[in-house]
């Protein structure tokens, strides 16, 4: 290993291969490797100038007569051994390793003859870029949270395989938290996956230029999240004006709807903040623009809501049918996601489409100005864009390619480039700060207005479980704007009692979450078209309604009553999102982000914190109406009857249908 101490940055050469470790904020390394002569310059998620650090470099000759080198940052220590093995310690203390096991040249604990290496590098046939497998040792008894998105009932990672890649509901934002102290930022947004194995860890880009991550130490996962959004960005403030409810349904066809639902609202002397127009209300994918004969003047609309107090926002895909005004225009231009091989198709829902290129700066330049003309100038205040992952046909990723590069090697960054072509221009447009809604997100949307909310996932308990262990891991991926659809999206029953059972358990969750929206596809779908053309807003179906009052007076009566739990909450939600854009805390938070010297809030993953101070035990079966809760240390109240708990213990509660379990810290 050819070591060298380059201005405070320890760089490595061997077998071809250029290593750079340097300080990248408090107690935090980055960590980089590269197969060509030089780096690419991207610094992907870390957008934010890093705190000013004074690293140590030392190169020394101690490991086995062979050369090795360390760098300190603070807290944190990364070694580089003479076959470029890298440990890392936390106060002296080795808390992650590289895995390796094959021969080094001297005799030492990684020389096996398996032939196994820590980075490995194999050129991607017919292109240039590398595919790269990492390898790190497992360590026992740790567990592994964060890296976004995935639809399962694991909150703990460990022994999990992990897609990264964006589909409808899984979000790939690869920031881990682990119980040792420390966090970890995969900074590369190819395609591929990660292993949190047993034997070992495995982080695999299938195509790449170079290795790029990023290691923080902290106490507490607090302050491992204030480190990580110090370096990638934190969420703005969030607007007072939203924090109530959103209210949405598949879907308002045409704007005398939605203005009889807010004139309802209103009647029934509940204040909606925001209002959402859904897909289908335009006249064919890729206009971007209302179909006038059911939005003949959406400007008067938008007047009407506004003085309401109501915010609008309308549905943007970022799919062009063949059959759009801008698809020929915008392919002339090459500013449409290109295929390797066959026709040029990319999306096939309800037309023959191609999705826009957002890494292209032409792409956003000119969607932008095509929505701003046709929405934002008529008053519109938001956009939600949906299918951003983006939702391919066929999630074939080696066949689709963006301006600069193949999806394989930066897919995983189009949700965050799609909200940019809105995020970019809104937030010197108005005053106020941008809040957009999107299906997907990537390390460091948190810092483009985005609201993430958890796709399309079914309405059955199982999947309301599910949502819980998404939030929370999103969360502390530094996601803090994170929703779900309100009883789950799909519904082929509105009138089942067992349903609106799960709605209202769903629905007392939203109440003590970042964003309260009501929304989802409710069938059963016989509500005849409003015309039979094939294309604009009268052809295709709606669901069945979903305001509060559309499932029976019982049930109305149990959301208008959480409904002004939350507005009572206003002041206390606020703070909570001032907190999220001061230091990234999520506003839904695992129990060991509170208490994160309690062992058991480390297993639990059935009951969380809303902010500090309200703890929150949802229902996740049919039929339940009482449950166990632990409680951590000190004196908790229980927010139904006033009775005073002591910590320490769990305890054993009533959940009637009207109650779902929280208790306020005292």
Known sequence: MDFRNENGVLTARRNGE????????????????????KFTGNDWALTERPEQASPVVEITGEEYGEPSACITNGRIKATVNFA?????????????????????????????????????????????????????????????????????????????????????????????VSNLGYGMLWNNPAVGSVTFGRN?????????????????????????????????????????????????????????????????????????????????????????????????????????LHSMGIKVIVSVWPSVDRKSENFYPMME???????????????????????????????????????????????????????????????????????????????????????????????DLRDGNVVNLLRCAWAGSQKYGNVVWSGDVPSTFEAFYDQLQCGLNMGLAGIAWWTTDIGGFMTDDVNDPDFRQLLIRWYQFA???????????????????????????????????????????DNYKIMKKYYDIRISMHDYIRDLYREASENGSPLIRTMFYEFPEDKTCWELQDQYMFGSRYLAAPIFALNQFERDVYLPAGNWKLTSDGSVYEGGQTVHVAAPIDYMPVFEKM
């Not at 998105?149 to 964006?166: F, I, N, P, R, T």
């Not at 990580?228 to 969420?235: F, P």
């Not at 391919?392 to 909200?419: I, K, T």
């Open 18 to 37: 250029t290593l750079r470790i340097e300080a990248w904020g408090k107690d935090s390394l980055r960590v980089r490797a590269t197969m060509f002569s």
């Open 84 to 176: 470029g093995v890298i440990t890392f310690y936390r106060d002296g203390v080795q808390f992650l390793r590289e895995y390796y096991r094959s021969y080094g040249g001297t005799l030492s604990k990684e020389s096996r003859c398996l032939k196994v290496i820590n980075r490995e590098w194999k050129g991607v046939i017919g292109g240039s870029d590398f595919s790269l497998n990492l390898k790190f040792e497992s360590n026992d008894g740790e567990k592994i949270f964060g890296m976004g998105q995935y639809q399962q009932s694991y909150m703990d990672l460990k022994g999990c395989v992990l897609e990264l890649a964006q589909r409808n509901s899984q979000i790939s934002v690869p920031f881990s």
């Open 200 to 304: 070992y860890t495995e982080w695999i880009a299938r195509s790449t230029k170079e290795m790029d991550y990023w290691i923080t130490v902290a106490d507490a996962p607090k302050q491992i999240l204030a480190n990580y959004t110090g370096v990638t960005g934190r969420s703005p403030m969030f607007p007072e004006d939203r924090m109530g409810l959103w209210q949405c349904k598949l879907r308002y066809r045409t704007q005398d709807e939605v203005l009889s639902v807010a004139r309802q609202y209103q009647k029934e002397g509940i204040k909606i903040d925001l209002i959402v127009i859904d897909f289908f209300h335009w006249t064919v994918q890729g206009d971007w623009k209302f179909d006038e004969k059911y939005w003949p003047d959406p400007k008067a609309m938008v007047d009407e």
């Open 333 to 427: 231009k090459g500013l449409l996601i290109r295929t390797e091989r066959g026709a040029q198709q990319t999306y096939d829902y309800q037309g023959d489409c191609v999705e826009i290129d957002p890494f292209n700066p032409e792409t956003r330049e000119y969607v932008w100005e095509v929505c701003k003309r046709n929405y934002y100038d008529l008053g519109i205040d938001a956009f939600w864009l949906d299918n951003s992952e983006p939702d391919y046909g066929v999630y074939d990723f080696e066949h689709y390619r963006y301006m600069d590069a193949p999806a394989l090697s930066c897919s995983n960054m189009y949700p965050q480039m799609y909200s940019r072509v809105f995020y970019d221009k809104m937030k």
């Open 511 to 553: 109440v003590y979450s970042a964003v309260f929206r009501m929304h989802g596809d409710r069938g059963p779908y016989d509500i005849p078209a409003l015309d039979d053309r094939d294309w604009g807003g009268g052809y295709l179906h709606t669901g069945q309604p979903n305001e509060l009052w559309s499932y029976g007076e």
